[in-house]
């Protein structure tokens, strides 16, 4: 069964860091782009960065400058650092990749992980 598994979640006052990893476990075949996401109270899912299998990366314009994304692929992992953290930053984070489980597939599947907060205080 494939996992998704977060960590480095937590609370850090305005202007800190943190670093979130993000680890595929299970049997797969390939893993094409992976990507963080975040969910604020009250508001919708966004786009936080991605990262294709090509080497693009792609960030929200909020983060730019501040967040960095990066993969191992040997490793099945993806990474956020997250520098100059804002209370606006502040939602429960998920990582998300696009797993074929087997050769013979057309396409690759979204899974997710389970999510961790982040909080930054003011």
């Known amino acids: 069964q494939v996992q998704l598994v977060e960590r480095g979640g937590g609370l850090v006052q305005a202007g800190g860091s943190l670093r979130l990893s993000c680890a595929v476990s299970g049997s797969i075949f390939s893993i094409n782009s992976m990507g963080w996401y975040r969910q604020a109270p009250g508001k919708q899912r966004e786009m936080v960065a991605t990262?294709?299998?090509?080497?693009?990366?792609v960030y929200a314009d909020s983060v730019k400058g501040r967040f960095r994304i990066s993969r191992d692929d040997a490793a099945h992992t993806v990474y956020l650092q997250m520098s100059g953290l804002k209370p606006e930053d502040t939602a429960v984070y998920y990582c998300k990749a696009d797993i074929k489980l087997h050769w013979f597939q057309n396409k690759f599947d979204d899974y997710w992980g389970q999510g961790t907060q982040v909080t930054v205080s003011s």
């Open positions: 990262f294709s299998s090509g080497g693009i990366t």
